[in-house]
């Protein structure tokens, strides 16, 4: 099996990192090297490595990161690893015993070099093919009307997460940021863009859909992990996230996509306005809360539009 660097961007999380290292510690094929980048307020992190480091079976390496970027911080890890295998995790994973195994094992079967990246799978987030009135609405925004979107990257650079199907390997259009390796040559010539900063809405997408136009990308369902996914429960700004979610994804459909037309422009608008607004409100069952939140992240979302249509009368 070849060799795997980890690379994990973390901030303000020692414990769920602890719980992601002891993860690490227990794999059947251990790996070489583990770098932390941390932009964290406090000393915390740095401590817990420390602390860790006498008891850990690998390298483990501590990098301070002064940009607060999740895209940044991984690059920086990515550029001090040494081994021909970059594999990301965030800091709130749990991965299977035999999970770093099972991601390398497509690398080494891969005869002709040109498979660039592999996912696992996230066994609490799981792919589900909508129904009804809501696939309807949403095939209408997405200008696409396939049976299954799995693993695909569609209309207004809408990613959709891959099937869970037992013992299944399967080519995608995207990858995950966290639970994902890349080939390093691959990665050195891509990277994360550098404009992803704080929370770096879509960035994985970026660069895996970059990747995935001249390489191949796959999930194996034999890699399996737990993704906590705190980042929902440390958000202060909705109204930056919203505006994220749009320049990001135009971002995506512009330069990666090629999707440069006004009909792809209102796709976009109908869906992270529309359809997105809708399902919200939906889910949360109109609670004051959530109304708040939906409320912001939506006027974030149409700030991004109409600095889009003032960029453009500039032009």
């Known amino acids: 099996m070849p060799a795997i660097s980890v690379?994990?961007?973390?901030?303000?999380?020692?414990?769920?990192?602890?719980?992601?290292?002891?993860?690490?510690?227990?794999?059947?094929?251990?790996?070489?090297?583990?770098?932390?980048?941390?932009?964290?307020?406090?000393?915390?992190?740095?401590?817990?490595?420390?602390?860790?480091?006498?008891?850990?079976?690998?390298?483990?390496?501590?990098?301070s990161s002064k940009v607060r970027s999740a895209a940044v911080q991984r690059n920086m890890g990515a550029e001090a690893?040494?081994?021909?295998?970059?594999?990301?995790?965030?800091?709130?994973?749990?991965l299977s015993g035999d999970f770093l195994m099972e991601l390398a094992r497509p690398f080494s079967e891969d005869a002709d070099g040109r498979l660039a990246g592999v996912s696992g799978t996230i066994v609490n987030q799981i792919y589900t093919q909508p129904k009804g009135i809501n696939r309807l609405l949403l095939a209408c925004c997405l200008g696409n009307f396939d049976d299954c979107w799995a693993g695909r990257l569609v209309g207004p650079a809408v990613n959709f997460l891959p099937q869970d199907i037992t013992g299944r390997i399967q080519t995608v259009d995207w990858l995950f940021s966290t639970g994902t390796a890349y080939r390093k040559c691959i990665f050195d010539k891509y990277r994360f863009g550098s404009q992803f900063r704080g929370y770096s809405f879509a960035e994985d997408v970026h660069l895996s859909a970059r990747i995935g136009r001249k390489y191949r990308l796959l999930n194996t369902t034999f890699a399996r992990f737990e993704h906590m996914d705190m980042g929902h429960s440390t958000h202060t700004d909705w109204v930056a996230l919203g505006e994220s979610m749009v320049?990001?994804?135009?971002?995506?459909?512009?330069?990666?996509?090629?999707?440069?037309?006004?009909?792809?422009?209102v796709r976009l608008f109908a869906y992270e306005v529309l359809y997105c607004t809708l399902a919200m409100l939906a889910q949360s069952r109109f609670r004051p809360g959530h109304l708040a939140q939906t409320g912001r992240l939506l006027w974030g979302k149409l700030r991004a539009f109409c600095g889009m249509r003032l960029r453009k009368s500039a032009a």
């Open 247 to 265: 320049t990001n994804r135009w971002a995506i459909m512009t330069e990666v996509l090629g999707m440069k037309r006004f009909r792809d422009l």
């Open 81 to 94: 690893a040494s081994s021909e295998f970059l594999a990301f995790i965030d800091d709130d994973v749990r």
């Open 7 to 63: 690379i994990i961007a973390t901030r303000n999380r020692a414990e769920p990192l602890r719980t992601t290292l002891a993860t690490l510690r227990d794999q059947t094929l251990a790996p070489s090297e583990v770098l932390i980048v941390d932009s964290s307020d406090t000393a915390e992190t740095r401590e817990l490595i420390e602390n860790l480091l006498p008891e850990t079976p690998f390298p483990l390496r501590y990098m």
